[in-house]
């Protein structure tokens, strides 16, 4: 018996490639793919037609079931078609990080063995260095297309008018690979996880049981974030396939906030340096605005967080409260919410790393459901909170058919149907990680509360001992000084096996050179490390910083470094991971004179 049930007809499904075929049909007419300015919209009915005649195309290059395709390409509408034509033929896509070295770069081709590879004029130099010695003989390039490269337009035209695409898409099977996201490699060399079909799926299959999500999930969604992270890929690709909801492209994630209010998204995930940046924006705004409107503004905020700490405490709103809220809210919320873009949000998620209690408080309060959550690649998403079952500082609780437990020494192990085939050509590092009963060795601390609410405290190799034995996180200690000031970029806390904690820190690009217009003050992160105006700014952060931390967490002393740490660097990866073995050797004499600074 067929079933109109959506979670039952994921379930049913044999591939992605069956949901998307059918989102195409049911949603012909609608926004399918659409850049911030309206230069380039596709429909539903027309994505698909591009995404068969490319598959036609690149059957004729020779891709096919099994085989690879390298993709390095910005946030763009292309990308989805060119992916989504890979995967149909029952080939496997993957993107490559933008930030990538041509050295990097060769060592994925050399893991995925690809023979074709889609980049951007941009990134075309360093992809034909990476090609010497690789299997790849195809090289398609968006923009000018030089001699020895196609362009997108000559792939879509190489197709047979004959080939069969139906059967093609048909034979695709749920445990068939659909792509392999390559780790950002905080240490060591990237690890391919190859995802099937099956978990591509699942991510959307387990979120339908939240209502919020459930009604945000077939709207409007911003693709921003890299699309080689695995939460791109789910959010902003293969969830819209699923559901028919439109995907705003991006193309450089600093024109984020200026898109937003007109793709208007309605589920929409950041990271917590964004959503510190949106506080800040919000703040600096009402700070500006003139007498009464001031005061009105700061009073609809208090009235918006008295109502969300009653909500987090699950206690009623008295008949006062909710008599201020609503003025509150109609006239001075709602209106903040429209200008960043975040009005017709259904729900919001922050991850890859844990937001200050105090800012996620702030955001609810303007009205912005934002809940934290977690993941990996290799399991997809696990834990999520819950709009009105939230418990702030956590990361919510296990989704649908997702099981997790704790290790005697704090580490979490999961068990979900969106665990990973494996990784890449690496049986040992996924024997390393996945035990013989499926149970996935996170590598991430936690605590789980008699709720079943579970608690990252960091990243087990990450901990901080110090010489009197204390462990500390920290990842705790930076996120509370990157909160307290929104000119701080990356904060690293020292202290294994030191009698006290010291940081490095650099300062965020683009509130540095805002400061710097502000001030009549030279731009350069040199000049700006150094300026006395900067300095009391970042007394004030540590100052705000160690009040929210114990006693032996606070930061004794710090160093501004004259350097801006862009993704990709030496010292953080493509995701805004900190490379911590890198950054402590590479700054060493900082980190030294950080310790005879304070014993002086």
Not at 266 to 285: N, S
Not at 396 to 419: F, H, K, Q, S, W
Not at 532 to 546: E, M, S, W
């Amino acid at each position: 018996m067929t079933t109109t049930d959506p979670v039952s007809r994921l379930t049913q499904a044999r591939s992605l490639c069956e949901l998307f075929q059918r989102t195409c049909a049911t949603r012909a007419g609608d926004l399918a793919l659409r850049t911030p300015d309206g230069g380039t919209a596709l429909t539903w009915g027309e994505y698909g037609a591009r995404v068969q005649r490319l598959a036609a195309g690149l059957s004729a290059l020779g891709v096919c079931r099994g085989d690879t395709v390298a993709i390095m390409l910005t946030n763009r509408p292309e990308f989805h078609l060119i992916d989504a034509a890979a995967y149909h033929l029952g080939a496997i896509p993957f993107s490559v990080y933008n930030t990538s070295a041509p050295a990097q770069i060769a060592y994925l081709f050399d893991n995925a063995a690809n023979r074709v590879v889609v980049c951007e004029e941009q990134f075309l130099e360093h992809v034909l260095e990476a090609k010497a010695g690789s299997r790849v003989e195809h090289v398609i390039c968006l923009g000018d297309a030089p001699a020895g490269t196609m362009t997108l337009a000559e792939v879509e035209d190489l197709g047979d008018p004959e080939f069969d695409f139906e059967s093609c898409w048909r034979a695709v099977q749920a445990d068939d690979t659909i792509t392999i996201i390559y780790t950002s490699g905080t240490t060591g060399t990237p690890k391919g996880v190859e995802m099937s079909h099956r978990n591509a799926i699942f991510g959307t299959e387990a979120m339908l049981g939240i209502p919020e999500f459930a009604a945000g999930c077939g709207g409007r969604v911003a693709s921003y974030l890299p699309d080689a992270h695995a939460l791109n890929r789910w959010l902003a690709h293969y969830l819209p396939a699923v559901t028919g909801a439109a995907v705003y492209t991006v193309a450089d994630s600093k024109d984020l906030a200026a898109a937003l209010p007109t793709i208007r998204p309605t589920v929409f995930v950041g990271v917590p340096m964004l959503w510190y940046k949106l506080e800040a924006t919000v703040r600096a705004a009402l700070s500006a605005e003139p007498g009464l409107r001031g005061t009105l503004a700061a009073w609809a905020l208090q009235v918006g967080r008295r109502k969300v700490a009653a909500d987090l405490a699950g206690k009623p709103i008295s008949p006062l409260l909710r008599l201020k809220y609503l003025p509150a809210e109609r006239l001075i919320l709602a209106r903040l919410r429209q200008q960043v873009g975040l009005d017709q949000t259904a729900i919001a998620y922050s991850g890859a790393a844990p937001i200050t209690p105090e800012t996620l408080e702030f955001l609810l309060a303007l009205g912005i459901p934002v809940a934290e959550a977690w993941g990996m690649s290799e399991i997809g998403l696990a834990t999520s909170n819950r709009p009105g079952a939230q418990r702030v500082g956590t990361v919510g609780t296990v989704l649908r058919r997702v099981e997790i437990r704790c290790l005697n020494d704090g580490e979490l192990l999961v068990r979900t149907p969106g665990l990973m085939k494996g990784y890449r050509n690496d049986p040992a590092r996924t024997a390393e990680v996945v035990d013989d009963d499926g149970w996935v060795h996170t590598g991430d601390i936690g605590v789980i509360d008699t709720g079943g609410y579970v608690t990252i405290v960091d990243r087990k190799k990450e901990l901080i001992i110090n010489s009197a034995g204390k462990n500390m996180s920290p990842a705790n200690i930076e996120n509370a000084v990157r909160a307290a000031s929104p000119l701080v970029g990356s904060v690293v806390a020292i202290g294994d096996r030191r009698k006290y904690v010291t940081a490095l820190i650099t300062l965020e690009p683009e509130a540095a050179a805002a400061f710097a217009s502000a001030h009549s003050v030279e731009a350069s992160p040199r000049a700006l490390a150094a300026d006395p105006a900067v300095r009391r700014r970042l007394d004030a952060a540590i100052a705000a910083a160690n009040a929210r931390l114990s006693r032996v967490e606070q930061v004794k002393a710090y160093t501004v470094l004259p350097v801006f740490w862009e993704p990709g660097s030496d010292e953080i990866t493509p995701t805004m991971k900190l490379r911590r073995g890198v950054i402590t050797e590479k700054y060493a004499r900082e980190i030294d004179a950080l310790y005879e600074f304070a014993r002086t």
